[in-house]
């Protein structure tokens, strides 16, 4: 069984980030970095995918280096919390160039993969970071502003209180208008039903990379924001062998 440690490192600006990473092998070979949701107040962090099992179980079957970073104000890395802003994007960047120099780790084949408010920040991630070999998305929202006025008053006041409401603000946030600088393949997956991050803003963001040339992937599947495991699976399965695979063995 893979075995985690835990790591400390440095944003780039003296703050604190701090990283789970599981090795599934002893030979060099891909990576997956999660970068999780809101959590529901727990503020766990990257401890979250510790706890259910999740860094072990993609390390170990898929044979590759699986990580999982906290977000600004979870965790022990330092915050405060900028709901998806500029110091959370530059947390993300911090564990994806911490993953590239690991020895294990082939630095063109690396997934990063973001939940909910993690999937805001990982697609904006995405549009300055072009040498990702694929990202995933799940439960996101990526014209920030327009699903400000459509949610719900406590989700309003968070990004309120964290990032606050200026254009620029938005816009920081918004991967749906940086699409053209998408460079990676994508998986988006959401849900139906979901009440928390609409499904059209997931439909909106698919056509804008489709225009915008990226290679992407689009599945509404039979939830809410809380995803069914046993759809998620098997598309997560197909996509993740692809992609992780070494070059040499891609038919």
């Not at 259910?52 to 993609?58: K, M, P, Q, T, Y």
Request: charged residues 20%; hydrophobic residues 40%; glycine residues 10%.
């Amino acid at each position: 069984m893979s075995e985690v440690t835990e790591h400390t490192i440095d944003r780039g600006d003296g703050a604190r980030v701090q990283l789970f990473q599981a090795h599934g092998s002893d030979q060099q070979s891909g990576a997956i970095l999660f970068v999780h949701g809101n959590q529901g107040g727990l503020l766990l962090g990257g401890r979250e995918a510790v706890d259910d099992g999740s860094l072990v179980r993609f390390s170990s079957r898929l044979g590759v280096t699986a990580a999982a970073v906290s977000q600004p104000g979870f965790g022990a890395s330092d915050g405060p919390a900028d709901f998806c802003g500029p110091a959370t994007q530059k947390t993300i960047v911090a564990a994806l160039n911490f993953l590239k120099r690991q020895p294990l780790v082939d630095p063109k084949r690396i997934v990063l993969y973001g939940n909910s408010r993690g999937a805001v920040a990982s697609a904006m991630v995405a549009t300055k970071v072009h040498d990702l070999k694929a990202i995933i998305l799940t439960g996101g929202v990526y014209d920030l502003r327009d699903a400000y006025k459509n949610s719900s008053r406590g989700l309003q006041q968070a990004i309120q209180n964290e990032a606050g409401l200026s254009d620029e603000a938005f816009l920081d946030r918004s991967a749906f208008y940086h699409a053209h600088s998408i460079r990676s393949e994508t998986l988006i997956l959401h849900g139906k039903y979901d009440d928390r991050a609409s499904i059209d803003q997931a439909e909106r963001f698919s056509e804008a990379l489709e225009r915008a040339g990226v290679t992407v992937r689009f599945h509404a599947l039979d939830g809410g924001h809380r995803l069914p495991r046993d759809q998620v699976t098997p598309i997560l399965r197909e996509f993740l062998t692809r992609v992780l695979a070494p070059a040499a063995t891609v038919q």
